[in-house]
């Protein structure tokens, strides 16, 4: 069975080149900044922020802020643990030579956020904030290693840092104007820095979305981008059936 030449249906194929790789990166970017802001809104913890993570429980392990402490641990507990997942099923089906090693994980990541968005509202225990903060960093986590695995580690969706600092990178060679006429010119690459430009943009569209959807709505607003995720997913799975 083969895949219609429509492109939103070969984000998670196996024909990979630059073009595919920086749309699926937009998808999952936008996914991020919807589920790091439905996140703070309902239990006000990020869950994409590594280093902002890190560096509170190393503040609260001072400040004997214990409960911030273990949320911070169980986030990166669960950050890592989606990236192993990720690169097991990876790898399970590279070997294999199954051509929807892609769109495998994605699935994964789709159905963990419809689940959450179906369900998460019927949390209402004082501390619902532990099982939400594990799920959606198991997710952030799954993502950012499939796009680094896509793009051969050039592309991230959850490190914004990251890629602000190549913005300014790229606007200041771009600034740069040389007076060495023997030497390479510097130059700023305008289709890396559009790419960044869009991811981040893409990543606050999300949050932004997210926050107004989570307060209109509730969790119902996650199985938005987990439709989203299935559309792209499902395809490269069905066409890898004999």
Same mark, same amino acid.
């Given at each position: 069975?083969?895949?219609?030449?429509?492109?939103?249906?070969?984000?998670?194929?196996?024909?990979?080149?630059?073009?595919?790789?920086?749309? #699926?990166?937009?998808?999952?970017?936008?996914?991020?900044?919807?589920?790091?802001?439905?996140?703070?809104?309902?239990?006000?913890?990020?869950?994409?922020?590594?280093?902002?993570?890190?560096?509170?429980?190393?503040?609260?392990?001072? #400040?004997?802020?214990?409960?911030?402490?273990?949320?911070?641990?169980?986030?990166?507990?669960?950050?890592?643990?989606?990236?192993?997942?990720?690169?097991?099923?990876?790898?399970?089906?590279?070997?294999?030579?199954?051509?929807?090693?892609?769109?495998?994980?994605?699935?994964?990541?789709?159905?963990?956020?419809?689940?959450?968005?179906?369900?998460?509202?019927?949390?209402?225990?004082?501390?619902?904030?532990?099982? #939400?903060?594990?799920? #959606?960093?198991?997710?952030?986590?799954?993502?950012?290693?499939?796009?680094?695995?896509?793009?051969?580690?050039?592309?991230?969706?959850?490190?914004?840092?990251?890629?602000?600092?190549?913005?300014?990178?790229?606007?200041?060679?771009?600034?740069?104007?040389?007076?060495?006429?023997?030497?390479?010119?510097?130059?700023?690459?305008?289709?890396?820095?559009?790419?960044?430009?869009?991811?981040?943009?893409?990543?606050?569209?999300?949050?932004?979305?997210?926050?107004?959807?989570?307060?209109?709505?509730?969790?119902?607003?996650?199985?938005?981008?987990?439709?989203?995720?299935?559309?792209?997913?499902?395809?490269?799975?069905?066409?890898?059936?004999?």
């Amino acid at each position: 069975m083969s895949l219609p030449d429509w492109p939103v249906l070969k984000l998670a194929g196996p024909e990979r080149d630059e073009r595919t790789n920086r749309h #699926l990166a937009y998808l999952l970017a936008w996914v991020a900044g919807v589920l790091n802001s439905v996140g703070f809104v309902a239990v006000g913890f990020y869950t994409s922020h590594m280093t902002g993570i890190t560096a509170s429980v190393a503040d609260h392990l001072v #400040l004997a802020g214990w409960r911030l402490v273990g949320l911070g641990v169980v986030s990166i507990v669960f950050f890592i643990l989606g990236a192993m997942t990720c690169a097991i099923q990876f790898n399970w089906a590279r070997r294999r030579h199954r051509s929807d090693r892609f769109a495998i994980v994605l699935l994964t990541e789709a159905l963990l956020v419809l689940l959450l968005g179906g369900i998460a509202d019927q949390f209402t225990w004082r501390h619902r904030e532990w099982p #939400l903060v594990a799920v #959606l960093c198991f997710v952030m986590g799954l993502q950012n290693a499939l796009i680094t695995k896509v793009s051969d580690a050039t592309i991230r969706t959850t490190h914004v840092t990251g890629m602000i600092t190549d913005i300014g990178i790229e606007l200041g060679k771009s600034a740069y104007r040389d007076r060495m006429v023997d030497t390479d010119p510097v130059r700023g690459d305008l289709a890396k820095l559009t790419m960044l430009a869009m991811l981040v943009g893409l990543f606050f569209l999300g949050g932004v979305l997210g926050a107004l959807g989570y307060l209109a709505l509730g969790f119902v607003v996650l199985l938005v981008p987990a439709a989203l995720l299935l559309v792209v997913a499902v395809p490269p799975l069905v066409d890898d059936v004999p």
